[in-house]
């Protein structure tokens, strides 16, 4: 049996750590070397990287704090933010990446996917979704620049579009969820789950040990994504760890 996985997310803006709630009223938390070697420690099976600002400002990612990143953790590490080419993502792999998270660029040109897994593996490229329900609550819509555009494309259609063109693991995120605390978005999350066969990592809205035993009992996700759980010291990786446990959820320690 697959152990789950629990990972923190690093939200970089201009050097620092950030969160925010539905992915405005941002704050500054810290330092991402200092929270990734913390987290690292701690026990994360992973670590994710994500320049949150670098496609709204048309920049490429700060390739000297990925740097810093990858020379003081030894698990694998994802890192997503204003890659727009295979050259983008040849310098982050280089830079100690294990794998890249593409979300705004793929979009914008889907053929990105299919080069990069081409070019790379399947198994380096993450397709990360920003996902929204629409009003009329009929499914829901991919968000890009960092939450600022509603493409009006379908999030289910675009995953399996992903999965085919190469993505060999989905990050999805509920805007709907993102900070909020009251939990995962078990019905976005179940279906993503069900009509694709690669890793899902599902992300926005932990808020308690329960939460994360809630998305895995219900068989929605792979993985399970938090930030400012962890990142205020409210749950330690070797609590929501210990506690899947003991519930009979697989996990590695």
């Known amino acids: 049996m697959h152990t789950k ?4 997310c690093l939200d970089v803006k ?13 704050k500054e938390v810290g330092d991402p070397v200092a929270l990734a070697e913390h987290y690292y420690k701690e026990g994360a099976d ?5 320049d949150i600002t670098a496609t709204h400002e048309d920049r490429g990612i700060m390739k000297q704090v990925v740097e810093r ?37 793929a979009v914008r040109d889907k053929n990105l996917i299919r080069k990069s897994a081409f070019t790379f593996g399947n198994q380096c490229i993450v397709l990360a979704v920003d996902a929204k329900k629409r009003e009329d609550k009929s499914g829901w819509n991919v968000v890009i620049n960092g939450g600022r555009i509603d ?6 259609k675009w995953i399996e579009e992903g ?16 900070g909020t605390k009251k939990g995962f978005d078990i019905e976005l999350t179940k279906a993503v789950s069900n009509i694709t066969n690669v890793p899902v990592i ?6 308690s ?44 320690f």
């Open 202 to 207: 599902a992300s926005g809205g932990c808020g």
């Open 69 to 105: 990143v990858a020379e003081k953790i030894f698990i694998p590490f994802t890192v997503g933010g204003g890659l727009r080419s295979l050259e983008d993502i040849k310098t982050i792999l280089r830079a100690g990446a294990d794998k890249i998270s593409l979300n705004s660029a």
């Open 5 to 8: 996985r629990i990972i923190p």
């Open 46 to 50: 992973e670590i994710v990287f994500l």
């Open 209 to 252: 040990l329960e939460h994360f035993y809630e998305v895995f009992n219900e068989k929605a996700a792979d993985a399970a994504l938090a930030a400012s759980l962890f990142h205020y010291g409210e749950l330690t990786i070797e609590e929501v760890k210990r506690y899947l446990r003991e519930r009979d959820i697989p996990v590695r």
């Open 14 to 26: 201009a050097g620092k750590v950030v969160k925010g709630i539905n992915f405005v009223d941002i």
């Open 163 to 178: 999965v085919k063109l190469g993505a060999g693991e989905i990050l999805l995120t509920s805007m709907d969820a993102d």
């Open 151 to 156: 493409t009006g494309l379908d999030a289910l």
